[in-house]
């Protein structure tokens, strides 16, 4: 079992609708927990950062992180085609500091 | 300009062929990073530097070696490339200990 799981889609959704992106880890020792969208051709692309558990929000993005339940999950308001792309977790301890990064899911919104 | 800059952006090459792969950066950071991404495999972490005089193995390293050259340059290479090492190759760069990391485009590399 990998580290970090994360289902790597495609998930389809049309224009407006609220989208979902999950991980599930395993060590409990992480503390640091990042999402990053990946576009074809391009470099993974930081869009949250956040520290332990809670929320964080940014614009049509809220970033959520669960540890009693070793679950993370990033939601998309409002989602457009510009949305469409790759988005990958990565997460990592106050050890190394060296994140593990999940497979991706890729995501698909269609107008 | 681009932060974190990876050339070539292609490569293709035979088996055998040696090859480096060059990242530069200005952001300033210390630590660098290089990794490989494969359908379904993911990011998998080749080496990596926190500063000019620090390298460590990471997830990967065999087939591969890297060299610091400056606190903005890292260098990948395949000493004698093989088919299984075709993947797009990405640097990365992070400032301080806890700090997320900032990537390059990448290098798509083919080894026929």
């Known amino acids: 079992q990998k580290e970090v799981e994360q289902d790597p889609g495609p998930l389809s959704v049309p224009e407006g609708a609220i989208v979902s992106l999950n991980c599930t880890y395993s060590?409990?020792?992480?503390?640091?927990f990042m999402w990053y969208r990946q576009y074809s051709r391009k470099g993974p692309e930081l869009l949250m950062y956040t520290y332990s558990s809670g929320n964080k929000e940014d614009g049509r993005f809220t970033a959520q992180v669960d540890k009693s339940s070793k679950y993370i999950s990033l939601f998309i308001r409002d989602s457009q085609p510009s949305d469409s792309a790759t988005y990958l977790c990565a997460m990592s301890s106050g050890g190394s500091y060296i994140p593990t990064f999940g497979r991706g899911t890729s995501l698909i919104v269609h107008p | 300009d681009a932060d974190v800059t990876q050339t070539p952006r292609n490569r293709i090459t035979k088996t055998g062929k040696r090859i480096m792969l060059e990242c530069s950066q200005t952001k300033g950071h210390d630590r660098m990073y290089w990794y490989r991404q494969d359908p379904g495999l993911g990011l998998r972490l080749i080496y990596y530097?926190?500063?000019?005089?620090?390298?460590n193995k990471g997830e990967i390293s065999d087939g591969y070696s890297v060299s610091r050259q400056a606190q903005a340059k890292f260098s990948l290479s395949l000493e004698s490339a093989i088919p299984n090492q075709t993947a797009l190759y990405f640097c990365a760069t992070s400032d301080l200990a806890f700090q997320p990391q900032h990537f390059g485009d990448g290098t798509r590399l083919s080894i026929l």
């Open positions: 060590n409990s020792a992480f503390q640091y």
């Open positions: 530097s926190f500063d000019v005089k620090d390298i």
